[in-house]
C-alpha cells in the first residue's frame, strides 16, 4: 500500500515532495557478459525534483516511464559491452523463484564513485514492485521538505498522521542516513577547526 501510505503524506506535507523508492539486488546480463548489481526503483518524475541523478548522466536520456528502461553506470555499462538502446535481462530471487526481465538501457550515469558507476542501476520502482510480485509495493516513501529545519516536527507529524498502519518504519533522516549525518557533523568540526586557524593567525 506505498501509494495510500504516499497519499497520506501529501496530504500532510502538502508543500513538500513525496516519492516511492525500492531497492533490489540480482544479477544484470548481456549477450556478452554478466555482474552483480543493486538497482534503486524510483518515480521518474518525481525523482528529478528531490536528486540530482539526471544532472549525472553522461550518455543518453533520463527515465521516461516507461517499465522496461534503466539508466546503468558508465562502468557497469562498460563491464556488460552495452550503451545506450541495448537490451539487458535483471535477474532477482521472487517470493519463490529466481524472476527475470527485460530491460532497454535508457541512460549512462557518472557520479565519481567506483561502487555506485560500476555496480549500480535505476529503473522504475513500478518495474521492481512487479518483479517483486508486489505491484504498488515500496521498500521507502520519502519526504523531501522545503525547509529541512522543520524536519523534527514534521517526522512526528509523519508518525501522527500513519498511527496504526502495519509493517511500517518511521525514520528522521539522521536516522535513516547516520552516515551521512556523521560526515555533516565531520565537516561542521573541520570548518570550526580551520575558522579558529584564521583566527589566531589574523590576530
Excluded at 87 to 112: H, M, W
Excluded at 116 to 139: K, M, N, Q, S, T
Amino acid at each position: 500500500d506505498a501509494d495510500a501510505v504516499a497519499a497520506s503524506l501529501e496530504a500532510t506535507f502538502p508543500d513538500a515532495h513525496v516519492v516511492q523508492r525500492a531497492l533490489v539486488q540480482g544479477l544484470l546480463q548481456s549477450p556478452r557478459n554478466a555482474i552483480g548489481v543493486g538497482v534503486s526503483g524510483v518515480e521518474p518524475d518525481g525523482e528529478t525534483a528531490v536528486s540530482d541523478w539526471q544532472d549525472k548522466l553522461v550518455a543518453g536520456e533520463w527515465l521516461s516511464g516507461s517499465k522496461r528502461e534503466i539508466l546503468l553506470g558508465q562502468a557497469a555499462a562498460k563491464s556488460l559491452e552495452v550503451e545506450p538502446g541495448d537490451k539487458v535481462v535483471l535477474l532477482i530471487q521472487g517470493p519463490d523463484e529466481v524472476v527475470s526481465q527485460l530491460f532497454r538501457v535508457k541512460g549512462l550515469f557518472r557520479t565519481g564513485s567506483a561502487e555506485l558507476d560500476g555496480a549500480f542501476g535505476i529503473a522504475p520502482v513500478a518495474a521492481l514492485a512487479g518483479l517483486l510480485e508486489a505491484p504498488g509495493a515500496a521498500h521507502q516513501v520519502s519526504v523531501h521538505l522545503p525547509d529541512p529545519r522543520g524536519s523534527e516536527a514534521a517526522t512526528a507529524a509523519a508518525r501522527a498522521a500513519l498511527d496504526g498502519t502495519a509493517d511500517l518504519e518511521i525514520l528522521h533522516w539522521t536516522e535513516a542516513l547516520p552516515d551521512l549525518q556523521a560526515f555533516i557533523l565531520r565537516d561542521q568540526q573541520s570548518g570550526r577547526s580551520m575558522l579558529f586557524v584564521i583566527g589566531v593567525i589574523v590576530a
